[in-house]
C-alpha cells in the first residue's frame, strides 16, 4: 500500500467519523416530546387503593 493509497484511507475515514458525530448530533436534539396533555395521562395510578371503596363494592 502506497502512502497515497494510505492518506485517503486516513482521509475517508476522517469524513465518515464528522458525518457520523453530526447526524448523532442532529438526531438527538430532534427528539419528540410528547405534549402537555399526553404527559398527563402518563403519570403513574397511586397505588393505595381507597379499601373502604373497594368493600362495598
Request: overall charge negative.
Amino acid at each position: 500500500m502506497t502512502s497515497k493509497q494510505f492518506l485517503i484511507i486516513i482521509i475517508l475515514t476522517f469524513i465518515t467519523v464528522v458525518v457520523w458525530t453530526v447526524l448523532d448530533i442532529i438526531h438527538s436534539q430532534a427528539q419528540i416530546h410528547p405534549p402537555a396533555e399526553i404527559q398527563q395521562l402518563l403519570t403513574p395510578v397511586d397505588p393505595n387503593f381507597d379499601q373502604s371503596t373497594i368493600n362495598s363494592l
